[in-house]
């Protein structure tokens, strides 16, 4: 009964390859984000989405893309995969955007 | 981005020691939260404060939101090995969209020897 769930939780791909993480949150909550952390371990935001609408977009390349097909889910899309873009992400949601935020597990992604 | 200034970076204790980490910002926030992520995991809430001079407790653990309501501490007391892990504190304001978003510190690493 994860509240938060993410997948894949590891993932090795190629430069240039495309890949995709997915989350769902089973908790009722409107707002969702992606999260990326560094190897100095510093978290920072990507995207915030609630109700399924965009509310925060951090500086972010545009070969990352998020979806939100609906409130309880926010997948994250990645195009032409480079070394730099190796990090653990991690999707969290919260009731809305001014409540306690809950991480998922994290995905492990390395770009070899 | 804007982050917080979290000290210390990191620290190595024996078990049963006290430790008391903080968090300063150059700006008030009307929320801070602690936050711990131990290793293969995601962060877990630990305390939220919500008001200025607000001291709360969670078994072992004492967070404070200072009075000018640009820092915060939190302190655990009688260390045991499972209190292992990095500590996030992260700051937030009121407003709107981009204003809401949570201003996280670098994060103090934990090790305890048992």
């Known amino acids: 009964d994860t509240a938060v769930s993410q997948t894949p939780k590891y993932l090795v791909t190629q430069m240039g390859n495309d890949k995709s993480i997915k989350c769902e949150q089973n908790l009722g909550h409107d707002t969702m984000y992606w999260y990326k952390q560094d190897s100095k371990k510093f978290l920072k935001i990507m995207f915030s989405y609630n109700n399924k609408e965009l509310i925060i977009n951090e500086t972010v390349p545009n070969r990352f893309s998020p979806k939100s097909p609906d409130k309880a889910h926010l997948n994250l899309h990645i195009n032409s995969l480079e070394l730099g873009d190796s990090a653990v992400y991690f999707c969290?949601?919260?009731?809305?955007?001014?409540?306690?935020?809950?991480f998922g597990e994290g995905s492990w992604l390395t770009v070899v | 981005g804007q982050q917080l200034n979290q000290s210390p970076q990191s620290m190595f204790i024996q078990e049963g020691e006290d430790v008391s980490m903080n968090c300063t910002s150059s700006?008030?926030?009307?929320?801070w939260l602690w936050y711990k992520q131990e290793p293969g995991e995601g962060p877990v809430l630990l305390i939220a404060?919500?008001?200025a001079g607000e001291l709360t407790s969670n078994g072992r653990l004492t967070a404070q939101f200072g009075i000018t309501r640009k820092d915060s501490f939190l302190n655990i007391s009688a260390s045991i090995p499972s209190d292992v892990g990095i500590y996030f504190c992260a700051g937030q304001r009121r407003g709107a969209g981009n204003n809401r978003k949570l201003i996280w510190g670098l994060g103090t690493s934990l090790g305890v020897n048992p």
């Open positions: 404060l919500y008001k």
């Open positions: 969290a949601s919260s009731q809305d955007p001014g409540n306690t935020i809950y």
């Open positions: 700006s008030i926030f009307n929320t």
